[in-house]
Each structure stands twice: as structure tokens, then as C-alpha cells.
């Protein structure tokens, strides 16, 4: 018997639509179902932040929300940061401070640093460090992270 | 063409600037596809059966039951990889870690594998397989391993080093030792003499990309493996000796790779998805789960050592000797031993004596981890150091950089040191405005010293130059931390283009020559040394290309700012010929122009670092929070600066973490305990201040531009570092890492009551 | 003829000798020369020998020359991470 | 396994009712899928309660506050009245997780996983909150200290769901905090905690006082002994030296990966003290 859960919902302003077993988190979803592999699965338990996504304007790890919960939410993802071929002040300032190395945690850090400077735009360096703490990088060090971000932070005030 | 590496002094256009990374976009915008982001058509989900016993003999495995499980496509056990490692013991090491032939040597060892058309599946079949274990007594702690009574891993190990040999089996695999003098003539003459035992915990890499793979081997022999690795050329040739294939057959893509450092140095679960999708007959995904990657990849060696050092009321020291102990893991690897080399490596010492012994244990099979075995030996070293110039009364750097090594020095390791850069690393901190930042309230200074080997190593590259004058670089070392860019710097300079005009990409083993494993610090030392000479090979080219063109002799023509020129006094009039025109006529001149290069990179040299850390202790709770950190470190020439820091940051980060918080906590039933992100507890963001970094320039005499590797030694002196700043903090010396809480507050209440 | 010192285990397969001179004029000659001086060196040189000359370390380039007069030590050939 | 998303109470309460097999109730999840993916759990039922309205509400009334099971976390730190009130139990209920996980996890979900080193349970347990609870017999109200029966196990019957926590309105001059210790900054669970909400008179003299220590046992505990000690004192250096004293002898903690017990006993005693003065601090200011 079809034990599928159909559900709709809104991924980075699209409609989509997609069927899934009750146990798949929105992760598995989103990467296994949809294709859409920016999401990455560090850990599978809620503690480190790779697998970050907003969903109605709430940073969550995706492995921690069942696919069955999408249904009629809009969820943000790094594929949708971007507005076509322009970056995000975030995705640039990234790139410009070397902010990532292997980059394996900047999708999470994008999607985390996005939904910080959404809810304060003009945050301390301590403010960044505890906003960002739910995201592990095993790379950098942090240092050129939050520096990438109060660099961004200034440009959007300034935008 | 004899390809000439050594230095000679430049001004440098590209080399030395920070432009943006190639890679950038793709890894921002969530396009950049690592291990785990790959799929074939018809692919099955692969997983594994681990062992839950930390020491058992398999007397059986049913896989019947799991067989005829509905939607499974193949079930493999150990049979299904019989042993094609003819006698090469490292190879049939890396094998029985892939699957347990006769014995499960840890919680967590492989013993079979299934491939499944779903997870839910495969979930499902791994409970079916019915393993009859005789449970073993086990050993993991290093020291008890040791003892003779000891749990013996097994049979046929007799400690090799020793003479005469042994009789009697151990879990000793090997004793190594080094140094030079009579340390006990030494320690009579000194005046004070300081002698501690240390211990350090295992930890783990803790790269966030778990291991991933998607392998495809078909009827006829050939097959494709798309991996996260540090080197796909290496991990080509391991899995086809295990799985009996030729070499030409199967190719292995690197994907992007998310974290390293050392754990992805050798193949762990990839010749069983090879397996598993050889007897299924279709591709298999296989991907580890965190837990699997805490209990079974390869986290570094537990450490137990002595240190004895004596010196005069002077400063002199006039003898120094260690004991390194290291858990290997179940099979036998060169750990202790370089723990043993580089100990004293910092320092020029008239007599030194260090003796390694690698351990089998319990364990995961031990892998390198950035700088392997140096971090702790110089915890053991660089604390012992520190307490003995408080003893004399003496400044630490002061003390050290009278006893540092300079040129002319014999190694504790053995060879006598050509120049390098422990002084320049000593001096630079002494002047470095850190030292002279006020301390507050609990809090306390400590610096300490690293060392560490740089690699080079087989590697080739690829120049081809496209009609319009852009070139494309194809190197076979991966690139974590921006490589691909720093390796197009340097072709841009050597051509005399711009890096705009330069894309770099890592090429998979069907497309380029033979490269070694990415480790060492290798990555931009090497590709850059082979860039450099294929960028020499195109020129040559190029030069009798434009020779063609002019109809004048080669000879006649030089290469100069990215342009062919005529030289002589009958050619003066031609105008020079810049790249692009020379690639646009190409197809006339005699086809594709492109520059190869197939060569060994050597003569690394070594690397050293001094490092400064403050740190406020609550003496309450004995938490520590580090409140400022420096890193000087000599780069030899930084090719990319920002990536350089970049280096430095995170091994400064990875050894802050080894510091304070991460290690490996195994039960009494030899089981790991905390195999996850939450309990295995790698340092946060709001854990860590900005990481000073200062790079000095002391170029490398074996390389063109001077370049050094970078890539390691940052982890080496943190362990020392902290362990210092706390001890004048809080007044407690402490010997035995991670400093956690409950070490630190049960170190200040024996304190206090003593 | 150069002055070759080795390292603590390979002193054993040596049977003793800690300093030997050798004539040889690049790294595949000296290790040519010593396997037939010294049969226990064959399973070290099968697992690799690094040569220190003059403090710098090579691994595998046997074409590597040998200056006259310069500090020739053998090392196990390490790898890193 | 099945999901469902009931729009009302009754309708949850019945499915849990009638669900042979093994059934869990979803709200934050950052609980729920860690056991699952832990292998430890496997439902055949999972009933996602985020749909009934009611359960997503914070009320004010006169007699307090009543925070409905489905809130995160994250709503009570953005609820300014709630966290004047009661700015302990908001800051416990922020430190459970990342930020990540505060924009999902419940304090009702926290209580009702009922484990020992639960962030918000020792400040809601100071506070002297009270849990609701929706079953097929009807609804009932406990106090949240009776709802966790030992580690992982509640006194919850078949078919029962907690809707709600209750926080009454106390006297003036009171003042609440929360305080745990972890090895990092972030993200860790508590090795030991505490929990302190005590009521001043004009004087600035301690009136009546609740302190709570969390992972110090299977459940967190109430140390009546520990309030007696700063009743009728103004936390004078004597009266919070007894304090912790009175906090780590009644302790009963365990050695385990996170920590020992010679260390829970004493920073049980550190934690109590420090957490004590912040709720003072803030009892003088109202």
C-alpha cells in the first residue's frame, strides 16, 4: 500500500510538490528527492549546523524537521540566495575574506548569517559569535568568518 | 629538460596578491558537489555491520536472512575481499580495517556490508545478518596495553627494533629510537633537572563531510568511483590492488572535499561500496553516518610520555631524553616514531636521547592529523621547557631562544640543520605587541614552539593553452583551502599573464599522470614546483612558435612579460608577439601548445612556528576561555597571504580544541561513548577570539619562489601553548590533555590542599 | 667518497656501524652499494629510505647527486597529514 | 510509521488513545528525531501537535502566563511581558540547543523528554510552574517537578499530552535565574545547573525562596534545605556559602562522559551561588 506522504510547499519561492516516506527528514527531501544538495548532512543530529535552512523566516536544521512538516511552509535554502546571477552581500564577502576553505559548512554559515543580519542589522563581534555558535567549521577558525560577516553587515546598512 | 628548483630572488606581479578563488562561487551558492552529492542512475544505498564488541573472534556470519530480504541487491563479507595484498602488510592493514577477516579489533569495526535499493532497506538487512562473536577481553588505554598480562591483539606481533628478538608475542609493535650524546654525562652536569610524565588523549580530525562515495564497477573489469579524498591517484591504486582490478580500469574523481587533515589519507569504506556494487552489478552510494566516522575512520594516536630535561644556572641545557608511548590502533604505524623525531626538534641540544614505542590497542586503526604525532610530543616538550625557565628564573622566550637550533645544529632526528627559522620565529614574538598586552583578572601568558617535516612527493601537472590565449592548469593535488588559486598565481607569473587569464582545475586520474598523496603540506609546495615547470615547458614552446612565425632562428627569441621577443641587432624591428597571438596561430605552428610537467617535488625543508596564547581560568569551575592567540609562522614565500592565514587560523583552532575539550571517552566495555558533534566537543564559534597571524618570509632555497608548506605545523605548539597559559593563570601545571574542567578544578583543589 | 651516518635501526642491520664512507656519486649508487655491503639493509630500502643531504630531506629521487663533502644521513621515509 | 496533524486537542488525544503500537508526539522534534535517527526509538505513530492553535499561543491573565506545549523557544525570548516576568525561565529555555534548534524546541517537549540535564526544567521547577495536561480521562494539573519520572521516563498515562505550562503570578520583588555549566560557549548539554527564584520584602530581606539543580540526579532536584539557607538573609557571604553547601551535599550526580562527580557536587554549589545573586539583583530592581 502507498504509505507516501504527498505534501506541498514553497522552496525558495517555487511551488513544489513531492511525496515522502513519514520518517524522511526535510533534508533527506531536499537532497535525495529534489536534487537540491546545497543542504549538507554533517552530523544528522542537530549539532553542527550544516544542513541549515529558514523556514516562514525560522533558522532550523533541516535533519531535524520531518518532510512531512513542509507542507505549506515556505523554506529558504542557498540555492535561492542568491537573486539570479547577483550574490548576496553574505555569499560575496565570503569569498572576498576567505571566509570558507573546504566549504563544506558555508551553506549552513550562509543560511545562519543571512537570518542573523535579518533580525540585527548592525550586531557586535560577540553578537555574531553567539548567533553563528550553532554552526561548527572545522577550517577557518571562525576569524575570517565574522569578519566576512561585519563586512557585510556594514555594506547592507550602507545599502 | 632538466628542470632546475632552486630559488632565485624575484620581484613577484601575481605571486603574493589575494585574488579570488576560482572555486568560490560554486562552494557559496551551494552548487560546489562534495562526497555525498553525487548520484548514478540505478544506484543502490550501501551501508555497514559494525562490530559492537571492542575485542571478539567472528566464528560465523549468516547473511541468508538478509539475502532474501526483498529490495536487496547484494550482501559482502570479508570472502568477498580475499587478500590480493601479497605480503605489502601497510596494504592488508587498510584492507582488514576495510572488513574484519578473522577477528573484530574495535567497537565499530566493519564485519559486512549490504546494498539495498532504499535506506529503509538497507536499515532493515544490516539487522538480519547474524554474526556469532566469541567476545575477547580487550585493551584500549596505551599503558595497560603495554603491560605483559596485557589482552593480546595479536599472535604473530613481535616488538621489531629490538636486539635480540623478542620470544614472546606483545602488543609492542615497534621500538624506535634517536638522538645523539650521553644524556646521562648531561643530566650529572646540570644543575636543575626537571622530569614529568604526560598523557594525551585521542581525538579526531573532525572534517564536518563525513566519508562518502559512489562506486560503479562494471561486468568488464572497469569501473568509476567518485570520492571525497585527499588523493584519488592513491586511493586509484589501493582499491584496485584490494579488489584485483588493473589500474588503467579505474578511474577515481575527486569531488570537492570537505575537510581533511590527514583522516582521508587512506581508503576506509570505498573498496567495500567497490565490492558491494561489483556483486549487485549496479552503482552504490555509500555514505558514512558521523557516528560511524567517530568510531571507525582513523582519529590520532593516545599519547603517554616522559620527559627529562637538565640544564645549567645559565640557561644551557645540557641533556634532554623522552619516552613516547602511541596507540596505533590495531596495526602497527610509524606514530611514536615521529613523535620521538621531532620532541627536540626546536632546540640544539649537546646530548638528546628519544625512544618511541607504537602500541596496539582496541582502538580505531590510527591516521595522521595534521603534523602527525608532533602536537603532543611537543606538549610534553614545550611545557617541561617552560617549567624549567621558571625554575631558573629565566623569560620562556629568552630560554628558548638560547637553546633554539640555528644552522649548523644537529638535529635531535639526526641531520644537521641547513637554515631555518625557529630563531626569526622566537625574535618576531618577543617584539610581537601581544606580549605586551595587559593580563586581567585570572588570566595568564604562555607561548610555546613547533616543528614540523614538510613533504613533496610524485606530482604532475598539466598547461594547456586554449586559442585565445586563456590557459587551463590541471594539477592531481586537491585543493581544501584555495589551492587551485594559489597554483594559478603561479602560472600566471611564470607566463607573465594575468590570473584572470588562468583556470585551475583538479584533474581525475583517467586525465592526468600519477600524484601522491595531498599531505605534508605538500599541496601548493609541489603543484606549484611542477606548475612552475610546465609553465617553463609551455614558454620553450612558445618561444619556437614565434620563431616559426618570424621565420628566424629559436635561439634568437626570449620570453619577457608574458610576450615572445626577437632579439639581435638584424631582428630588432619585429614587435614582440604576446601569448594570445602565439595561441591564435596555433594550429598552423604545429598544433596545441601545451607545457607537462611528471616530476618529484623534494627538498621541502622544514617548518617551524611559535605561538603566544592568553587564557582566564575561573577558578571556581576551572573553565578555561582563551582570550587572545597569535601565530608566527615562517612561510618561506606566501603565495596567497590570506590563504596562508587561513592555515594558520584553523590549525591554531584544531589545537585549541585538542587543548581543551576534545577526546575520545571509552567505557569499561571498550566501547566509544561519545561517538557525535555534541559529546565529541570541537570548538564553536563563540568559544575562540580573532586569531593573530604573523607569516615571516624565509624563502626555501629548493623551491623557484622560496615556497615552504604552510599546512601543518599551526597545530603543533597550541597543546603547549595553552597548557603554559593556564599553569600561569591558575598556578597548576597541568599534564594531561584536554585541560577540561573537572581536571583543571580537581588540579586546583589538590593545589590548594598540597 | 662521502661520510653516510645512520639512523638507530638501521645501525642494527649495519651490525653495529653507526659512520661508514661510502664511493658514490648519487642516491641509487650509495643504495646499490650498501645492500651488497649490508644484506639486512634489502626489506629498509623495500619500505623506503629518506637521505638527509646537508639537513635537507629527499624521498625518492635516486638520481639525487651526492656533493663532495656534504652531511649524508639516512632516515626512514616519514609522511605527513 | 504514520504522521499525522490533528487540528485539536480531542483529536490528538484520540489518536494517542487508540495507537496500539508505539506512538510519539512531535513539537520541536529536536528531541524526538535524534532518538530516531539513534536508533533508539522507532514509532509506528508520530502526531505533530503544531496545528492546534491553541497549543501555539503565550496568554497573560491575571492569575499568569500560560504557555501553550507547541511555543519555541525562540517566541518566549521574543514575548517582552514574559521575559520581565519570569527572565530565568526565558533564559533557560534559550539555552536548550542552537539557535537552530531554539526556533523549533518546546519547554513542554523539553520537560516531557525527561532528561536529568534538561535546560528549562530547573528554572520552571524554581519557579514552581505547573504542567496541563489533556488525556482521555479528562485534563488534570501538576507540578512540573512530578511530570519527569526518571531519565527518560515521565508520569505521563496512555494517551495524555501536556498543553500547556503554567507560570502564576508571585508578589512583588521577586526574581528568578538560570545558570549551567558547560565546557564550551554553546551548544553543550549542562554537566550540572541551577535554578534559583526567590521573593524579597522592602528591606531586601529574602522572603521565600525555590532552588533547583539540574543533572545533580535522575530528576532535577528541589533543594528545600539549599532555600532555607538565604530565607531571611540578604545573601550575605555566610548565607551563600550555605547555600551551596546545602546544594552540593544534597546532589547525587554520576560519573559520566560529561563529567564527574566530584566536580557536579562542587560547581552544583557554584552554580547555585552565582544564579542565587542574579535573581536577587533582579528582585531589587522591580
Not at chain 2, 148 to 167: C, I, K, Q, W, Y
Not at chain 2, 456 to 474: M, R, S
Amino acid at each position: 500500500m502507498m504509505s507516501g506522504i504527498a505534501v506541498s510547499t514553497t522552496i525558495n519561492g517555487d511551488e513544489v510538490e513531492f511525496l515522502c516516506q513519514a520518517e524522511e527528514t526535510l533534508l533527506e527531501v531536499l537532497r535525495d528527492r529534489l536534487g537540491m544538495t546545497g543542504a549538507k548532512e554533517g552530523c544528522g543530529t542537530g549539532d553542527c549546523g550544516a544542513c541549515s535552512v529558514i523556514v516562514d523566516d525560522r533558522l532550523v536544521c533541516s535533519c531535524l524537521v520531518l518532510g512531512a512538516e513542509a507542507e505549506g511552509r515556505r523554506i529558504d535554502t542557498i540555492e535561492g540566495m542568491a537573486d539570479g546571477d547577483k550574490l548576496h552581500p553574505l555569499q560575496q564577502k565570503f569569498i572576498e575574506h576567505a571566509a570558507l576553505q573546504c566549504g563544506i559548512c558555508t551553506p549552513g554559515f550562509l543560511m545562519a548569517a543571512k537570518d542573523l543580519l535579518a533580525k540585527n542589522p548592525d550586531p557586535t563581534e560577540e553578537e555574531i559569535r553567539f548567533g553563528l555558535a550553532g554552526n561548527l567549521c572545522r577550517c577557518t577558525g571562525y576569524d575570517k568568518i565574522v569578519r566576512a560577516v561585519q563586512d557585510a553587515a556594514s555594506v547592507m546598512k550602507g545599502a | 629538460m632538466g628542470f632546475d628548483p632552486s630559488f632565485s630572488s624575484r620581484q613577484f606581479k601575481s605571486v603574493g596578491t589575494r585574488p579570488l578563488r576560482p572555486d568560490g562561487i560554486d562552494k557559496v551558492t551551494g552548487r560546489a558537489r562534495y562526497g555525498a552529492d553525487f548520484n548514478m542512475p540505478g544506484q543502490l544505498v550501501g551501508r555497514v555491520l559494525r562490530s559492537p564488541h571492542a575485542h571478539a573472534r567472528i566464528k560465523s556470519i549468516d547473511t541468508s536472512k538478509a539475502e532474501a530480504l526483498k529490495g536487496v541487491k547484494a550482501v559482502i563479507t570479508a570472502a568477498d575481499l580475499p587478500d590480493m595484498t601479497a605480503g605489502d602488510a601497510a596494504l592488508h592493514s587498510i584492507l582488514e580495517n576495510c572488513m574484519a577477516r578473522t577477528k573484530a579489533f574495535y567497537d565499530g569495526h566493519a564485519v559486512a556490508a549490504v546494498a539495498a535499493v532504499d535506506a529503509r532497506t538497507a536499515r532493515e538487512a544490516l539487522k538480519l545478518i547474524e554474526v556469532d562473536y566469541e567476545v575477547l577481553p580487550h585493551v584500549t588505554d596505551v599503558d595497560e596495553a603495554m603491560k605483559p598480562d596485557a589482552p593480546l591483539l595479536h599472535e604473530n606481533v613481535f616488538t621489531e627494533g629490538v636486539d635480540p628478538r623478542p620470544s614472546k608475542p606483545s602488543n609492542v609493535a615497534k621500538r624506535s629510537q634517536y638522538g645523539h650524546g650521553d644524556v646521562q654525562a648531561g643530566f650529572r652536569e646540570a644543575d636543575i633537572v626537571i622530569e614529568r610524565s604526560y598523557k594525551t588523549e585521542q581525538t579526531h580530525q573532525g572534517y564536518i563531510e563525513p566519508h562518502a562515495c559512489v562506486a560503479s564497477v562494471n561486468a568488464d573489469g572497469t569501473g568509476d568511483l567518485w570520492v571525497c579524498t585527499q588523493g584519488h591517484f592513491v586511493y586509484r591504486d589501493q582499491c584496485a590492488r584490494l579488489l584485483g582490478m588493473d589500474i588503467s580500469k579505474l578511474r577515481v574523481t575527486s569531488s570537492e572535499i570537505g575537510g581533511g587533515f590527514g583522516g582521508k589519507t587512506h581508503v576506509w569504506a570505498e573498496p567495500v561500496a567497490l565490492a558491494l556494487s561489483r556483486k549487485a552489478g549496479r552503482p552504490v552510494k555509500l555514505v558514512m553516518s558521523r557516528e560511524e566516522v567517530f568510531r571507525a575512520s582513523g582519529p590520532t594516536s593516545a599519547t603517554s610520555i616522559d620527559v627529562k630535561i637538565g640544564a645549567r644556572k645559565d640557561g644551557t641545557i645540557t641533556a634532554a631524553s623522552a619516552t613516547l608511548r602511541y596507540t596505533c590502533g590495531p596495526w602497527y604505524g610509524m606514530w611514536a616514531e615521529l613523535g620521538a623525531m621531532t620532541a627536540f626538534a626546536c632546540y640544539g641540544l649537546a646530548s638528546v636521547q628519544t625512544v618511541g614505542y607504537e602500541v596496539l590497542v582496541n582502538r580505531p586503526k590510527t591516521a595522521a592529523y595534521r603534523a602527525p604525532s608532533a602536537p603532543m610530543a611537543a606538549f610534553a616538550v614545550e611545557s617541561a621547557v617552560d617549567e624549567l625557565a621558571g625554575k631558573l628564573g629565566m623569560d620562556p622566550v629568552e630560554f628558548r631562544i638560547r637553546n633554539a637550533a640555528r644552522e649548523g645544529t644537529r638535529s635531535s632526528y639526526g641531520p644537521v640543520y641547513g637554515p631555518i627559522g625557529i630563531g626569526p620565529t622566537l625574535e618576531a614574538v618577543r617584539e610581537h605587541p601581544h606580549m605586551q598586552v595587559p593580563l586581567g583578572k585570572n588570566q595568564g601568558r604562555g607561548m610555546a614552539c613547533g616543528f614540523w617535516f614538510n613533504f613533496g612527493g610524485q606530482t604532475c601537472t598539466d598547461i594547456n593553452i586554449g586559442v585565445d590565449g586563456t590557459v587551463t592548469l590541471a594539477v592531481g593535488t586537491i585543493d581544501v583551502g584555495g589551492s587551485r588559486a594559489s597554483l594559478s598565481l603561479v602560472v600566471a607569473e611564470e607566463l607573465g599573464i594575468p590570473y584572470s587569464q588562468v583556470k585551475a582545475v583538479v584533474a581525475d586520474t583517467g586525465t592526468l599522470g600519477y600524484n601522491d598523496m595531498t599531505d605534508g603540506s605538500r599541496g601548493t609546495f609541489s603543484s606549484s614546483m611542477a606548475a612552475i615547470s610546465a609553465a617553463r615547458n609551455a614558454i620553450e614552446i612558445m618561444r619556437h612558435r614565434a620563431a616559426a612565425m618570424w621565420d628566424i632562428p629559436a635561439d634568437d627569441v626570449v620570453w619577457e612579460d608574458g610576450q615572445a621577443r626577437a632579439k639581435g641587432e638584424n631582428h630588432g624591428n619585429l614587435p614582440a608577439l604576446s601569448l594570445k597571438e602565439i595561441a591564435a596561430a596555433a594550429p598552423n605552428t604545429g598544433g596545441p601548445i601545451a607545457g607537462h610537467s611528471e616530476l618529484v617535488a623534494d627538498g621541502a625543508g622544514v617548518s617551524f612556528a611559535t605561538h603566544i596564547c592568553d587564557v582566564e581560568v575561573d577558578p571556581e569551575t576551572g573553565s578555561t576561555r582563551v582570550v587572545r592567540y597569535t601565530v608566527v609562522q615562517d612561510a618561506g614565500k606566501a603565495v596567497h597571504p590570506t590563504y596562508v592565514e587561513g592555515q594558520y587560523q584553523g590549525g591554531a583552532a584544531q589545537g585549541i580544541g585538542w587543548a581543551l575539550n576534545e577526546e575520545y571517552i571509552y567505557g569499561k566495555d571498550g566501547r566509544l561513548q561519545n561517538p557525535g558533534f555534541l559529546d565529541y566537543r570541537i570548538p564553536v564559534c563563540s568559544d575562540l577570539p580573532m586569531i593573530g597571524t604573523q607569516i615571516l618570509e624565509i624563502p626555501n632555497p629548493n623551491h623557484p619562489y622560496g615556497v615552504r608548506g604552510v599546512g601543518e605545523t599551526s597545530i603543533v605548539p597550541p597543546l603547549a601553548a595553552i597548557a603554559n597559559a593556564v599553569s600561569n593563570a591558575a598556578g597548576v601545571r597541568m599534564t594531561h590533555i584536554p585541560m577540561s574542567p573537572p581536571r583543571i578544578l580537581a588540579a586546583l583543589e589538590a593545589e590548594q590542599a598540597g | 667518497m662521502v661520510a653516510v651516518t645512520l639512523w638507530g635501526q638501521l645501525r642494527t642491520a649495519a651490525g653495529g656501524d653507526e659512520k661508514l664512507e661510502v664511493e658514490a656519486k648519487d642516491i641509487r649508487e650509495l643504495f646499490r652499494k650498501l645492500a651488497e655491503r649490508y644484506p639486512g639493509f634489502e626489506p629498509f630500502i623495500a619500505r623506503g629510505i629518506a637521505v638527509s643531504i646537508d639537513g635537507v630531506i629527499y624521498r625518492d629521487t635516486w638520481s639525487k647527486e651526492l656533493p663532495q663533502g656534504s652531511e649524508i644521513f639516512l632516515l626512514p621515509r616519514l609522511s605527513g597529514g | 510509521m504514520r504522521y499525522a496533524r490533528p487540528r485539536s486537542i480531542e483529536d490528538a488525544v484520540g489518536l494517542l488513545a487508540a495507537e496500539e503500537g508505539r506512538a510519539s508526539i512531535l513539537a520541536g522534534g529536536s528531541d524526538l528525531l535524534v532518538r530516531m535517527k539513534g536508533g533508539f526509538i522507532e514509532p509506528d505513530l508520530i502526531v505533530d501537535i503544531k496545528a492546534i492553535e491553541d497549543l501555539r499561543e503565550i496568554r497573560e491573565t491575571a492569575e499568569g502566563f500560560r504557555i501553550g506545549a507547541a511555543v519555541p523557544c525562540a517566541i518566549m525570548r521574543e514575548t517582552p511581558a514574559l521575559k520581565k516576568a519570569w527572565p530565568g525561565v526565558v533564559e533557560a529555555a534559550n539555552l536548550i540547543g542552537s539557535k537552530q534548534v531554539q526556533g523549533r524546541c518546546t519547554i513542554a517537549g523539553n520537560l516531557c523528554n525527561a532528561s536529568p540535564a534538561a535546560d528549562s526544567v530547573p528554572a520552571m521547577v524554581a519557579a514552581g510552574a505547573r504542567a496541563m495536561i489533556a488525556g482521555p480521562s479528562g485534563t488534570r494539573t501538576i507540578a512540573v517537578e512530578d511530570l519527569p519520572a526518571g531519565p527518560g521516563r515521565t508520569s505521563l498515562g496512555k494517551g495524555e499530552i501536556v498543553t500547556a505550562i503554567l507560570l502564576d503570578k508571585r508578589p512583588p520583588r521577586s526574581g528568578d535565574a538560570y545558570l549551567r555549566f558547560i565546557p564550551r560557549t554553546e551548544m553543550d548539554i549542562a554537566v550540572v545547573s541551577s535554578g534559583v527564584n526567590l521573593t524579597l520584602d522592602e528591606k531586601g530581606v529574602v522572603t521565600s525562596a525555590r532552588v533547583a539543580l539540574g543533572a545533580a540526579a535522575p530528576t532535577v532536584l528541589l533543594v528545600k534545605e539549599a532555600a532555607g539557607a538565604i530565607v531571611g538573609t540578604r545573601l550575605e557571604e555566610a548565607a551563600l556559602q550555605a547555600l551551596a553547601e546545602n546544594c552540593s551535599a544534597a546532589c547525587r550526580p554520576i560519573d559520566d562522559k560529561r563529567g564527574t562527580i566530584a566536580f557536579r557536587k562542587k560547581v552544583a554549589g557554584v552554580m547555585a551561588r552565582r544564579a542565587a545573586m542574579i535573581a536577587y539583583d533582579r528582585a531589587r530592581v522591580k
